[in-house]
């Protein structure tokens, strides 16, 4: 009796994939932490520094300026040279990095090694996202790329709690917060060596045998590659300038425009939330940061279950106006009530924590293969570079023009959002990676043929 035969895309779900999935997660559980801790350690370490609000918006943004510059330039090489090798080195760069923030003795240093991080996240990005969703089958994929997020605010809320202990510690406080980021660095790391490179990756460079070689090992002897993209003539021509070519410019517009929105009134608001609640009346209020942290992390788990209940474009389009009034309701009631203040921040933390899901759905489903990395990179370029100006004008916002003003302005910036989703975003759930990527794949349709314009389809065994 013949062995059923499968391809990458309904494969079933393997050890390997929780694998693969684990460190992709590892990644994003250090982001998180990353970015929290250094909103606890700021409070802390601002004080002993003198530090104005520019430089407080400089460190609190730092990591988001590197965060620019390493998906941008290692997206763009995972293309070239593979998604495997940045996937290990750019955590050496992270792990270093936050070891040294135990020795800084002032701003400038912390702001350089902040940058550091963030340009080997900013890879980890593109890399590790692209890498999981071009091994995972497609009835988990959404789950899995989405999960990120989850672990990206375990990580966060995780920072928060740990920043509570360790700030009654004294002056130097802020050192163990920092370096206490290390720990699930250096076990992600070790974890990564030994990690195969992407078959997608390998069949599109012309490896098709190595690819092949890899199905059989990590996936098993009854799963074949079946349909994916070969490179073609046209190859050559791809990368940042194929991604702002006439078939994917409204993707990558898209894509870039889409993830700005949502990340920028995210990074900004949680970077400085203990400054946010403070302005709010909530100074010293561990019971109104612990429920902001409780609903980031139940809306994370519960945006998993709405990525699957409905489709891209009807989640990213509810997701999105809620967020607008939540927010722009959040700026009107300042100075009133601070119970109806809590409850539309609640709203907001609850939406704006599923909705990040699709930040790390809707990027990888959006580019061909050969494209990829570059496309994730460019995408999560725009956001950060975005986020980070958010992040550094956020407190300089508030001491100049007050909360109402600072959130009526964020919430202009998600109905940009809105807008940009309801007239572009293609509906890609339960495709293949393969159609889903199609650029010829409209909003809200499905795609009217197979081919890829960029590279030839070949279905290989």
């Known amino acids: 009796m013949n062995e059923q035969k499968y391809t990458i895309d309904d494969a079933p779900f ?29 409070t802390v370490f601002g004080p002993q520094m003198n530090m104005n609000a520019m430089w407080t918006g400089l460190i609190g943004s730092s990591a988001l300026i590197g965060l620019f510059a390493g998906s941008l330039i290692l997206g763009r090489l995972s293309d070239r040279v593979g998604r495997q090798k940045i996937f290990l080195v750019n955590f050496l760069l992270i792990t270093v990095a936050t070891i040294l923030q135990f020795f800084v003795s002032s701003p400038e240093e912390l702001f350089i090694l902040r940058l550091l991080i963030g340009f080997g996240l900013g890879g980890d990005y593109a890399v590790g996202t ?30 928060n709690f740990v920043g509570h202990y360790l700030g009654q510690g004294g002056s130097d406080s802020w050192r163990w917060m920092l370096v206490s980021a290390a720990i699930p660095a250096i076990v992600v790391l070790i974890l990564r060596i030994g990690t195969p490179e992407s078959p997608r990756w390998l069949v599109s ?14 996936l098993g002897p009854n799963v074949e590659m079946g349909e994916m993209t070969t490179g073609t003539e046209n190859q050559k021509t791809l990368g940042f300038r194929g991604l702002f070519s006439k078939k994917l410019r409204k993707r990558m ?6 993830k700005l929105t949502l990340v920028i009134p995210y990074f900004a608001i949680y970077t400085f939330l203990p400054s946010i609640l403070s302005t709010m009346g909530f100074e010293q209020n561990f019971f109104a940061d612990t429920m902001l942290n409780l609903f980031l992390l139940v809306g994370a788990i519960v945006g998993l279950w709405l990525l699957a209940k409905f489709s891209r474009r009807g989640f990213t389009i509810g997701a999105f106006t809620i967020l607008t009034v939540s927010l722009f309701s959040l700026s009107l009631l300042h100075n009133s009530s601070q119970f109806l203040m809590l409850i539309a921040f609640l709203i907001f933390t609850f939406f704006m924590s599923a909705a990040s899901n699709l930040t790390l759905v809707y990027p990888a489903e959006l580019f061909p293969t050969e494209i990829r990395g570059s496309g994730i990179g460019m995408v999560t370029a725009i956001s950060r570079i975005g986020s980070a100006i958010g992040t550094f004008l956020l407190p300089v916002s508030l001491s100049s023009f007050g909360l109402s003003a600072s959130m009526a302005g964020m919430a202009a910036i998600l109905l940009v959002g809105l807008i940009v989703s309801i007239a572009w975003a293609p509906e890609t759930k339960s495709l293949s990676l393969n159609d889903a990527s199609n650029p010829l794949l409209e909003a809200g349709h499905p795609p009217m043929e197979t081919d890829i314009p960029f590279t030839k389809n070949e279905k290989i065994t």
Request: aromatic share 14%.
């Open 14 to 42: 393997k050890k390997f994939h929780f694998r693969i999935a684990g460190l992709t997660f590892g990644s994003s559980f250090c982001d998180g932490y990353s970015l929290g801790i250094i909103a606890m350690a700021l």
């Open 130 to 159: 692209t890498l999981l969703a071009e091994f995972s089958p497609k009835k988990y994929r959404s789950s899995l790329l989405a999960s990120i997020n989850v672990v990206w605010t375990i990580g966060y809320v995780a920072s």
């Open 205 to 218: 460079m012309g490896r098709v045998e190595e690819a092949r070689q890899i199905v059989k090992k990590h």
């Open 253 to 258: 517009a898209f894509g870039g425009i889409f």
